[in-house]
């Protein structure tokens, strides 16, 4: 894909952060960084912005930690004025950029839109999204209802099958 093409395959994309707000008057823009350790999207490039439904991709001129966050000058957005149109737009990378999963790691691209059935085989809906609390990660699925469910490996997640697009939980569904 050449820069400033528009991409319509999401599956190929990877979130890696979001651009959160302005940083001074000459276009820079800060991001909040969805990677561990939070510097590592300054790694990777380009970065495809999604405006309206459609990704964009943009080129790094500068980028530093500036805090407890990222700031970042891309290319072509020079002025604060064009640089406020961003505001809010999702980061994204190349799948291909980023390293495989190790063993009973995910993405977390991967898990959305998974199917979430219980042991017993009901179904409770599917990923939503997840959130990041701090002590560990939430599914969060809806269904008939929506339901947070802590992402903890072999306690809640029994097991994860991206092929047949099912997540299978030790779940109560009355919970």
């Known amino acids: 894909m050449e820069l400033g093409q528009e991409a319509t395959d999401d ?13 001074g008057v000459q276009g820079w823009l800060r991001v909040y960084s969805y990677t561990q350790p939070r510097n590592n999207i300054l790694d990777y490039e380009p970065w495809y912005l999604q405006q309206n439904g459609a990704w964009q991709a943009r080129r790094l001129r500068k980028g530093r930690v500036q805090g407890k966050g990222i700031v970042v000058a891309l290319e072509g957005i020079d ?24 063993e009973g790691e995910y993405y ?16 409770l809906g599917q990923v939503d999204r997840l959130l990041e609390t701090g002590a560990n990660d939430v599914l969060v699925v809806r269904g008939e209802r929506e339901r947070l469910l802590p992402f903890l ?13 099912l997540l299978t939980v030790d779940w109560d569904p009355d919970f």
């Open 108 to 123: 977390w691209s991967d898990l959305i839109g998974l199917q979430v059935i219980t042991l017993q085989g009901e179904v």
């Open 153 to 165: 490996m072999g306690m809640i997640v029994k097991q994860v099958d991206l092929q047949q697009g």
């Open 79 to 102: 002025e604060r004025d064009v640089a406020a149109l961003w505001v809010g737009c999702e980061i994204a990378v190349h799948r291909d950029q980023l390293p495989p999963p190790q």
């Open 11 to 23: 599956k190929r994309y990877v979130l890696v952060g979001r651009i959160s707000g302005l940083y």
